[in-house]
Each structure stands twice: as C-alpha cells, then as structure tokens.
C-alpha cells in the first residue's frame, strides 16, 4: 500500500533559524496537504498542493511539490515560539479517494 | 459557523466495555472520515463515510470497531469489548465533496482511555 516517509522525525532550533521537512510518498499522489498539530490539539490544515512543481507561500511558510507529484517539503523562515508543533503531510493516492495517506510527522520544537 | 465537533472530548472506559464516539461534520459537508493515533505517534486512517454509505473502510479492524454515518445525525465510530490497545485520540474529519481534491478539517478529537 502507499507510504509516506517524513524526516526529520525532530528538529530543534534556535528562534530565528530556519526549518525544512521533508516529506516521500511511494507512490504518485493526486494531491498532498499539510497540517500542524499543537501538543493536545488537533490537525489544522496548512494548505493543499495539487499540481507537479507547484510552490505556495504563506507568510514565513513555503510549500513544494515536486515534479513527479512524489515528494514536497514545508520550509520555515525564521521561526518564532508560535511555531512550536508537528508537522505533518498527508497525501492523497490517485485511487484512494478520501484516504489521507499520513506521514509520521517533525516534531518542531524551538528555543528562545 | 462551527467546524467539526466531536464528543466526547474525553472517555474512559474499562477493558470490556463499548466505546460510542461521535463526529457532526462541518455545516455542508456530507463526507467524514475517521483517523486514530496511538500515543507518540502519528494519524492513520480508519474509514470514509458518505451519508446511509460506507465508502473506504480500509483501515478499520476487522473487529470490534464499526463505523456509520446515518441520514440524521451524527456520524459513530463504535467500538465494542475495548482492550487497552485501543487507546488513542480518535480524530474526526470531514469534507464537503469526496472528489479526492478536497480539503480535510479536523475536529478537536476524542481521547480514549481504556483502564
């Protein structure tokens, strides 16, 4: 079945610093979406990635999609406090309506 | 205009007994899904459901847990002779249209114990 491997597992920075995760799916995806996840909270929906190449930004955030609609990457600039959480991707397979296919997320931690 | 609520916020149950957890999507939506996670770890699907229609329940056990989503009302996960294994949160989805493209929202999810 479809997997999605994301890396770093943790990530420890300094205020001010930047961050990058990674996130593979074995298998082409119709679409990828991004979530933050405060401890004891719930998934928050970041944003939607659909097509090949596709590059959004949302303030400090910057999201990718790679080509071959395979691998994407969340990208922080000068993380704040605020940013604290767990990221996760979750892909959609081509066939799989509905199935968000969950990486097991990076556990963002920063310090001040 | 309310998201996803879910209750309860927390259950705790003895080994044996029937957990009942419910999902309201969000106003509009008529698809829900269900997702566990398990301490220390990530989200997993369990099932997607269409009002009166189960569609993808690919990630259900195949005992003990049953899913619906009935005409009126919310939608249940149910999950009956609880073991220690299955507690976890157990986060409720939904999406206004099952076209694969549409944006998933969370609710705030129901904490399970098992004693």
């Known amino acids: 079945g479809q997997q999605v491997m994301q890396i770093p597992q943790y990530q420890h920075v300094q205020e001010g610093e930047d961050f990058t995760t990674y996130c593979n799916s074995s298998?082409?995806?119709?679409?990828i979406q991004w979530y933050k996840q405060r401890p004891g909270g719930h998934p928050v929906f970041l944003i939607q990635l659909v097509k090949s190449g596709e590059v959004k930004k949302q303030k400090r955030l910057t999201f990718q999609f790679g080509e071959a609609k395979k691998n994407s990457s969340l990208h922080i600039t000068a993380t704040q406090t605020t940013d604290v959480g767990t990221y996760y991707c979750?892909?959609?397979?081509?066939?799989?309506?509905?199935?968000?296919?969950f990486g097991q997320g990076t556990i963002l931690t920063v310090h001040p | 205009n309310a998201g996803v609520m879910q209750n309860p916020r927390h259950l705790v149950r003895r080994r044996g007994q029937e957990a009942r957890l419910r999902c309201s999507p969000m106003?509009?939506?008529?698809?829900v899904y269900w997702y566990r996670q398990l301490p220390e770890e990530g989200l997993k699907f369990m099932v997607y459901?269409?009002?009166?229609?189960?569609?993808?329940e690919s990630g259900m056990p195949k005992e003990r847990f049953s899913a619906e989503f009935p005409k009126e009302g919310p939608s249940i996960l149910r999950i009956q002779q609880v073991v220690r294994g299955d507690s976890a949160a157990y986060f409720c989805?939904?999406?206004?249209?099952?076209?694969?493209?549409?944006?998933?929202?969370f609710g705030p999810g129901t904490r399970l114990l098992v004693l």
């Open positions: 459901l269409q009002k009166e229609n189960i569609i993808d």
């Open positions: 298998t082409t995806l119709s679409n």
């Open positions: 989805a939904s999406s206004q249209m099952g076209t694969g493209r549409e944006t998933q929202y």
């Open positions: 106003k509009g939506h008529s698809h």
């Open positions: 979750a892909g959609l397979g081509g066939t799989s309506y509905g199935k968000l296919t």
